[in-house]
């Protein structure tokens, strides 16, 4: 028999596999879903290509010769090697597809998204978010940080305050934050003689400065941030501190007092993003039309009955 010098068909290697370790040709027919005559054509195909026999031409035996009984072992374990190759493939494949790498600030983490994910979880069983928390007011280094993390894949979608400098970015508007004093202590103290507890350096502050200039002058102030901290240490105190309206649908914010007439709308919005891509990936848009959809609603809800 002449020896070929073409690879071997990897199908008829597989059906040798196969046969090798069944009890006859029908049986190994009968496991991969094909003919007895299809078996037998493979294995001729083979032993042409390897230029020996792999079986003994003996109807009344199914029986390896030498070079068959040598060859099957290590055939079968690369295919069990490959089959493995091919499962690890397929689970990263799934986890590529259905998870969700989301940074979000951690105020509007705590404060409102925490208890509303059961609810995307159960629209998109299929969907695993990850979060990862991101500044809220992002610094021009931190906005380049943002803008990297989002090029690079390390997150697929970011909520951010203010649109990020990079034109590489599909960026859209979820609202525009309101931020309203607000106090644990529910007594007719007036705002103005309690200290607010505030981080200087964040827009809410210097633009509620613009808007109630000579009324925040007088104020006592201490500084404190971020937000989450600031809202922590109201509790128990007569202390104030600038909130955003989203976050008073919280039950820890429901019964707080809050002083409309001083609320405040910032001048840019906040916004989601994430990284150009010819079709936008499933998941993106339905977290982004989610989020779309359900802040609306909760910002209606987060005003306190007149």
């Not at 493979?42 to 199914?62: A, W």
């Not at 490959?82 to 509007?108: K, Q, Y």
């Not at 925490?114 to 809220?136: K, T, W």
Request: hydrophobic share 40%; net charge neutral.
């Amino acid at each position: 028999m002449m020896k070929a010098n073409k690879m071997p068909s990897l199908n008829a290697l597989r059906v040798f596999s196969v046969a090798a370790h069944a009890d006859s040709f029908k049986h190994a027919a009968q496991q991969l879903g094909v003919s007895q005559s299809n078996i037998t054509r493979q294995i001729q195909v083979l032993e042409e290509q390897l230029g020996t026999r792999l079986f003994h031409r003996d109807n009344r035996i199914h029986s390896l010769t030498p070079a068959g009984a040598a060859l099957a072992p290590d055939l079968l374990r690369l295919f069990r090697e490959l089959e493995r190759t091919i499962e690890r493939t397929r689970d990263i494949g799934d986890i590529e597809a259905t998870t969700l790498r989301v940074g979000i600030p951690e105020s509007m983490l705590r404060w409102w998204l925490a208890a509303r994910l059961n609810e995307f979880d159960s629209l998109y069983p299929h969907i695993q978010v990850l979060l990862h928390g991101v500044p809220l007011f992002p610094t021009r280094t931190e906005q380049a940080e943002l803008c990297a993390s989002l090029q690079h894949g390390q997150l697929d979608l970011a909520v951010h305050y203010g649109r990020l400098r990079d034109s590489a970015l599909k960026q859209t508007l979820l609202y525009t934050p309101q931020y309203i004093p607000v106090s644990a202590d529910n007594t007719t103290q007036p705002f103005a003689e309690r200290t607010w507890l505030l981080d200087l350096a964040s827009p809410c502050w210097s633009h509620f400065k613009k808007q109630h200039s000579a009324w925040s002058r007088s104020l006592t102030v201490r500084p404190i941030a971020p937000v989450n901290i600031a809202i922590d240490v109201l509790a128990g105190t007569p202390d104030v501190t600038l909130v955003d309206r989203l976050f008073l649908s919280h039950p820890q914010l429901q019964n707080y007092r809050v002083e409309e007439e001083l609320a405040v709308v910032l001048p840019e919005a906040m916004m989601i993003s994430t990284k150009h891509h010819q079709q936008q990936p499933v998941a993106h848009v339905a977290f982004t039309k989610w989020l779309q959809a359900r802040l609306p609603s909760a910002l209606v809800d987060s005003v306190p009955p007149s």
